[in-house]
């Protein structure tokens, strides 16, 4: 069966990691995002920025690629403080965009998650296995968002292809 979906060549967004309490990074983040995500596996939009909670004291900040240094910049220049820790791991993963009507189902040949819209909303995110190897999976609208170690990016892509 031929599926209708389109993927994206793999490529780089800004992305850090970060770790501390919501009320800790509220304050790191201040200017940068509004709102927190208030429940883990969620993210929250500032533009072209999302905010996603992986769990109690785990964040990821991403944004396009050419918004890294001014991210970094702003998120940096902040006083260090033990309750939160940054780093910048833009260049750990490597991003592809999967789109078309059948691309959820790509998704779900990909990883054990659940993905129905009732299980898997919009702006909900979830670090998992994809292929086998370590991923980072969202939902951006009706586009699906597949991240892997930037060392597993031509494995997860010939993956990929195989499906479509």
Same mark, same amino acid.
Do not use: K, N
């Given at each position: 069966?031929? +599926?209708? /979906?389109? /993927?994206? #060549?793999?490529?780089?967004? @800004?992305?850090? $990691? ?14 940068? %995002?509004?709102?927190?995500?208030? &429940? ?25 690629? #050419?918004?890294?240094? %001014? ?14 820790? /940054? ?13 078309? #009507?059948?691309?959820? %189902? ?7 998650? $659940?993905?129905?819209p009732t299980a898997f909303a919009? $702006?909900? %995110?979830? *670090?998992?296995? @994809?292929?086998? =190897? &370590?991923?980072?999976?969202? &939902? !951006?609208?009706? $586009?699906? =968002? ?5 060392? +597993?990016?031509? +494995?997860? !892509?010939?993956?990929?292809? *195989?499906? /479509?």
């Amino acid at each position: 069966m031929a +599926y209708v /979906i389109r /993927i994206s #060549q793999p490529h780089r967004r @800004a992305l850090f $990691d970060l770790r501390g309490t919501p009320q800790a990074l509220a304050a790191r983040l201040q200017g940068i %995002v509004q709102d927190l995500p208030t &429940r883990p596996c969620s993210l929250a939009r500032h533009g072209q920025v999302a905010l996603m909670r992986l769990g109690l004291s785990r964040w990821r900040l991403m944004a396009p690629a #050419q918004a890294e240094a %001014v991210l970094e910049a702003a998120l940096m220049q902040e006083t260090a403080s033990h309750d939160t820790a /940054i780093t910048l791991i833009s260049d750990t993963q490597a991003f592809f965009t999967l789109s078309g #009507q059948d691309a959820g %189902v790509a998704m779900s040949i990909a990883c054990p998650l $659940d993905l129905h819209p009732t299980a898997f909303a919009p $702006d909900t %995110v979830a *670090q998992t296995d @994809a292929f086998g =190897v &370590r991923a980072l999976v969202l &939902r !951006e609208g009706d $586009d699906w =968002v597949l991240g892997v170690e930037s060392s +597993y990016a031509a +494995y997860a !892509e010939a993956q990929l292809l *195989q499906i /479509i």
